[in-house]
């Protein structure tokens, strides 16, 4: 009987081990059968009692043997019963010669069906290498021993003699492979769902985890532009006293905070997954690079009173790859996204002098994005940062397949900040 048939034996493991994502039922203890296999053992044990009292044998004495032998083979039945799950081999190992010994003295059915069970259980709960010997073995016996009995007891009676050996022998065997099978086959399935399960769950939390780190990325891409400019010229209206460059000043903060609400609201419009009246979902804004003209417009508006220039030049063909109406939007707006961290940080740290944005595209569609913006020690920057800007920027190249670079050059025209991204023409983002 398989654990899962006995709510006593489920009682009396009741500590599953979780190990991987495996359950694993430990075995009971030597010594302290399951109540189960007491209430089988008592009960054979005073079923062959019952059959002794009323002198119902299955025969006469054999070899001259007393009959009051049944009862020694009944009560080392009964024991064998109840190590037939403590430990299974030791039990067969002591029902077999018990089982001779009844047959000889007398036979008692109860020893008989105890001997079934024992059987049934050795090769249920055994060790798998030993359990599987026990059904073809079981069988060669039973030939073995109709062969014996046809050559020694040449009567009709043989026949029944050999079904009876084959049902005391043959069919707990066989029943207790097949049983044992179909538990190591729930156990497998349940192994199986366990670890798909598993795995489902690591997938989703990355799923979760790379969904967070694209929603940082683009609410930091969006908003810190404009929250930049905003602390730039608030705090340059707070330090000149002129009230020309004061309006100007709140003009920048104006237009940075109605830009600034609305891509939160664009963000926040995405988040919600806006419906149409038809149900279908809105088409979303996606910013590509026909759109750096005006980025870099406001960068200009943005660092005018900072001494800042903005230059962008654009060396890609026209008629190049990824340039037409089906350009890869993922990589046009990873660059979008570089080329405008690129410039609030040259609002926020970047020497007077000219900044230069740069667009170019190799024959295979790989798009490489270049700004350099002029570098020098500063007291402290226009604006206080964090550094997750470059995070996002590398991270938007990776997801691409791309490479990225960040530091200080030296060139012709002095120390420079360049920062560099070079992006696949492949359309998807790597996935990890």
Known sequence: ???????????????????????????????????????????????????????LHGGPPRLGLPAALTLVSLTTMSAAELMRRTAPMAAL?????????????????????????????????????????????????????????AALWQKPQVVMAVIGIALITIAPAWTGIMLRNHRDAAQAAR?????????????????????????????????????????????????????????????????????????????????????????????????????????????????????????????RSPTGPGTGPHRAAPAELAAYRIVQESLTNALKHAAPGEVLVRLAQDRG????????????DRPGPRAPGTGTGLVGMRERAALLGGAFEAGPESGPAGRVWLVRAALPAAGEEVRR
Do not use: K
């Not at 694993?24 to 002794?52: C, E, K, N, S, Y």
């Not at 010994?101 to 001997?115: E, H, P």
């Not at 790379?210 to 404009?226: F, I, P, Q, Y």
């Not at 963000?267 to 026909?290: N, Q, S, V």
């Open 1 to 55: 009987m398989p654990y899962g048939d006995d709510p006593d034996v489920e009682a009396a493991v009741p500590g599953a081990v979780f190990d991987g994502g495996v359950t694993a039922r430990p075995r009971a203890a030597v010594g302290r059968p399951p109540r189960f296999d007491v209430l089988i053992a008592g009960g054979g044990l005073l079923g062959g009692l019952l059959l002794w009292t009323l002198d």
């Open 93 to 149: 190992a002591l029902a077999v010669p018990a089982l001779a010994l009844d047959l000889c003295a007398g036979t008692l059915v109860a020893t008989v069906l105890m001997f079934t069970d024992v059987v049934y259980a050795a090769v249920l709960y055994g060790p798998a290498p030993v359990a599987r010997r026990i059904p073809p073995h079981s069988v060669l016996v039973t030939v073995l021993a109709a062969i014996a009995l």
């Open 191 to 315: 192994l199986r769902a366990e670890q798909i399960a598993l795995l489902a769950e690591r997938d989703r939390d990355r799923a979760v985890a790379g969904e967070r780190a694209r929603m940082a990325r683009e609410l930091h891409d969006m908003v810190a532009n404009h929250l930049s400019a905003i602390a730039i010229h608030s705090t340059a209206a707070q330090a000149i006293d002129d009230p020309a460059a004061t309006r100007e000043a709140l003009g920048v903060i104006r237009e940075n905070s109605v830009q600034g609400l609305a891509e939160m609201r664009r963000l926040i419009g995405l988040l919600r997954g806006p419906r149409t009246a038809e149900g279908d979902a809105e088409p979303a804004a996606t910013p590509t690079l026909d759109g750096l003209e005006a980025l870099i417009e406001q960068a200009r508006t943005s660092g005018r009173s900072s001494g800042l220039a903005f230059v962008l030049e654009d060396a």
């Open 365 to 376: 569609g790989a798009l490489t994005v270049a700004v350099r913006s002029p570098f020098a």
